[in-house]
């Protein structure tokens, strides 16, 4: 069984920060790509960012430039580090991650999710 737990979320004054962890725990070979979504209300989940193994890493259009991903492997954790925050960010930020038992077997896990609320 594997876990990600999310923390870091609040509510926050526009221009503000915040930031996010996630840590997964479990039965973990290795973790490949993690990453950061959300999902405002009445709006589809669209990606925040994501992050390879080797530090690679993707930003949606709307947060480029004010958010920052980063992991550290040996704790499978992902962190989101969010600037200049706008009320346009708020919503429920989710951590994924893809979970390697093996070198063929793997699988994608989500996390409950953590509540942004960015207030103008």
């Known amino acids: 069984q594997v876990e990600l737990v999310e923390s870091g979320g609040g509510l926050v004054q526009a221009g503000g920060s915040l930031k996010l962890s996630c840590t997964a725990s479990?039965?973990?070979?290795?973790?490949?790509?993690m990453g950061w979504y959300r999902q405002a209300p009445g709006k589809q989940r669209e990606l925040v960012a994501d992050?390879?193994?080797?530090?690679?890493?993707n930003y949606g259009d709307s947060v480029k430039g004010r958010f920052t991903i980063s992991r550290t492997n040996a704790k499978n954790t992902v962190y989101l580090q969010m600037n200049s925050l706008k009320s346009e960010d708020t919503a429920v930020y989710y951590c994924?991650?893809?979970?390697?038992?093996?070198?063929?077997?793997?699988?994608?896990?989500w996390g409950q999710g953590t509540q942004v609320t960015v207030s103008s």
């Open positions: 994924s991650g893809t979970v390697h038992y093996n070198d063929r077997v793997s699988q994608d896990f």
């Open positions: 479990g039965t973990i070979y290795s973790i490949g790509v």
């Open positions: 992050i390879t193994t080797d530090l690679n890493t």
